[in-house]
């Protein structure tokens, strides 16, 4: 039905079992931080695997989902799924008008427009007085979902978190094998032709880019209720460029890589943590490697080496 | 007191001139990005690492080796172009058959790695850098006072600037280098070695920086993040000039500077966010940007 092929159907499964395994093995908060990385790249992904286009200002969709949905938490007091759904809808409203602007021009220009105007996001979020500037907002309540299911306990939250995350792949994935995801690898391969067929590019490159910032701002709406904080980092660039390097170790254009790719950074990111800028260099490094000798990521690898798309 | 619109004259004058440096560095990195671009299809995202880069050089030839400021204004370009060659012979030219997407990419992971190195041997805090002592104090130029420094920064950029244009633009190496990046097999057939070529002219982009970030280093304090809060700002200077002309990475650069400043007289809380404001027009009116050529 989400139009998997065999290998897909296994790789699902097993993804599936890890899913449900590993929060009785590993740390579930842990855990949570690594679906809310891995959601996050398959919204990235959603553009660069299948529309072709580099944006490097995704943390402003990513950031401002985070800061709405932990802002109506705190204010309005309202349920997780309404705060994870505003966290969304923040993300498609914002990417309507950035991406209205930034598919004007496609390539290099593309990823130069979109860091550009997210660091616009960056600055407002910086002075709007609702962020709460330099502090973030911060304590905010899990609340309950649906109004019956307590969030406060770390394993209630890791379902909730999980299911979310299976929504978003799935949804992805089915982007992607619908008719309109046809066209979009159609627009990437040859944009005149698709546009001499009679297809509108722009509007379907505009669709995609909403769809995608709708789900990196789910992302980052289930984030901040995870950890019940929404700061500058998330709005920041440096979040872009780690959702790129995400992406890009796991398999730009795969299905199953932005999770693998999460799974790694974030465990990276979490073992050198004591280690300061250290971070940042194995990041930079890793970025290096990558291009020059690892353009496939790892999921891409092990696909060229069983002779299948995962 | 002289008042234009409400404003004490001295007041704007001084935002006039703070637009103005910050203008100066936009012009110099975006001209530097422009060339690169040019000749080797990539858009080094390094580029705000290796104007620190000029920066910390300076730094250490003074504190290591007692080198001063005039001497390293000519050496710290030399050693960050010849570190920029050395880049572009190791790992850059790898990637000149590959979607241009790739070098974003890769010298994205550079300039993390570089800030990254930088940040653990110096910490984040940053450095003090003298200001040298013939280009202490202020003029009194009879509407305004205007530090001797400041004005030798923009000076130093426009001559900077304008020599870089007259080369590429004026002489027969710089004739050479636009036939190469119109269409380089041809250059080659010609008997031009158009990889040294290339190499040079990135050696000749980082070099640009790095000058840019010795003349930045005693207004703003020398640290690992001085570059990255350029870049971003100058990419959208580049999205907004167009990176078709290089007379018109220069006017921009200045002309947004200037924008910048009058906007912290006029309206602060936007001044941030001015630029990202221009390209947004821009944008809208003529997607190519100002200068760009219809590609």
């Not at chain 1, 307590?150 to 929504?167: E, H, P, R």
């Not at chain 1, 790694?264 to 971070?279: D, H, I, P, R």
């Not at chain 2, 040298?132 to 923009?154: C, D, E, K, S, T």
């Not at chain 2, 000749?204 to 304090?221: E, H, N, W």
């Amino acid at each position: 039905m989400f139009g998997f092929s065999r290998a897909q159907t296994i790789a699902f499964g097993v993804m599936l079992v890890l899913i449900v395994v590993s929060p009785y093995v590993l740390y579930p908060v842990f855990l949570m931080r690594v679906l809310c990385a891995a959601l996050f790249a398959c919204a990235f992904n959603l553009m660069i695997g299948y529309v072709g286009l580099l944006s490097f200002g995704h943390a402003a969709f990513f950031g401002m989902g985070s800061y709405v949905a932990a802002w109506t938490m705190k204010v309005w007091h309202v349920d997780a799924s309404i705060a994870i759904l505003f966290g969304a809808m923040t993300g498609a409203f914002l990417g309507f008008f950035l991406g209205y602007l930034a598919i004007r021009r496609s390539g290099i220009y593309f990823a130069m427009i979109t860091l550009a105007l997210a660091q616009m996001v960056y600055f407002f979020c910086l002075e709007a007085p609702f962020t709460g500037g330099e502090d973030g907002i911060q304590q905010v309540p899990r609340g309950f979902m649906f109004g019956v299911i307590d969030l406060s306990n770390d394993m209630t939250m890791y379902w909730v978190v999980a299911s979310v995350f299976v929504a978003g792949f799935l949804l992805v994935h089915r982007i992607i094998h619908s008719p309109f995801g046809q066209i979009l690898k159609g627009i990437r391969e040859n944009e005149p032709r698709a546009t001499s067929l009679g297809y509108r590019t722009d509007d379907y490159k505009l669709i995609a880019f909403v769809l995608s910032c709708m789900i990196a701002g789910a992302a980052g709406g289930t984030k901040a209720l995870v950890f019940g904080i929404a700061t500058l980092t998330d709005v920041h660039y440096s979040t872009s460029g780690e959702v790129v390097l995400v992406t890009l170790l796991g398999g730009l254009g795969t299905v199953f890589g932005p999770a693998m790719g999460a799974l790694v950074v974030t465990s990276m990111e979490n073992y050198l943590a004591q280690f300061g800028a250290w971070v940042t260099v194995t990041q930079g490094v890793i970025f290096m490697i990558c291009v020059l000798a690892f353009r496939r990521g790892i999921i891409g690898e092990i696909g060229a080496f069983f002779k299948i798309s995962l | 007191m002289i008042m234009i619109f409400g404003i004490p004259g001295p007041l704007l004058f001084g935002q006039l001139l703070l637009g103005l440096i910050n203008g100066a560095f936009y012009a110099m990195l975006s001209l530097g990005l422009a060339v690169i671009f040019g000749m080797l299809n990539i858009i080094n995202f390094a580029h705000g690492a290796l104007f620190m880069m000029g920066a910390f050089a300076s730094w250490m030839l003074l504190d290591y080796a007692g080198i001063g400021y005039f001497p390293a204004l000519i050496l710290a370009p030399l050693l960050v172009g010849a570190f920029g060659i050395l880049l572009e012979k190791t790992i850059i030219s790898r990637l000149y058959k590959l979607d241009h997407l790739y070098g974003l990419l890769l010298t994205f992971g550079l300039s993390l790695v570089i800030e990254g190195l930088f940040r653990n041997a110096y910490g984040s805090s940053g450095l003090p850098y003298r200001i040298p002592a013939i280009l202490q104090g202020a003029m009194n130029l009879g509407f305004m006072y205007m530090p001797i420094y400041r004005g030798w920064v923009v000076l130093a950029a426009v001559v900077i600037c304008f020599s870089t244009w007259a080369i590429i633009e004026k002489t027969t190496l710089g004739a050479t280098l636009r036939a190469a990046t119109e269409n380089a097999p041809l250059v080659q057939a010609f008997g031009v070695n158009v990889p040294r070529l290339i190499t040079l002219t990135y050696g000749g982009g980082v070099a640009l920086a790095a000058f840019a970030g010795v003349l930045a280093a005693p207004i703003y304090s020398v640290n690992p993040n001085m570059g990255t809060n350029f870049i971003n700002t100058v990419f959208a200077v580049v999205v907004i000039g167009g990176m078709g002309s290089i007379l018109g990475s220069i006017v921009t650069g200045f002309a947004l500077g200037v924008v910048e400043g009058l906007c912290k007289v006029f309206y602060p809380q936007a001044s941030a966010t001015v630029v990202f404001v221009v390209m947004v027009i821009v944008l809208l009116t003529r997607p190519r940007g100002l200068f760009g050529k219809a590609a």
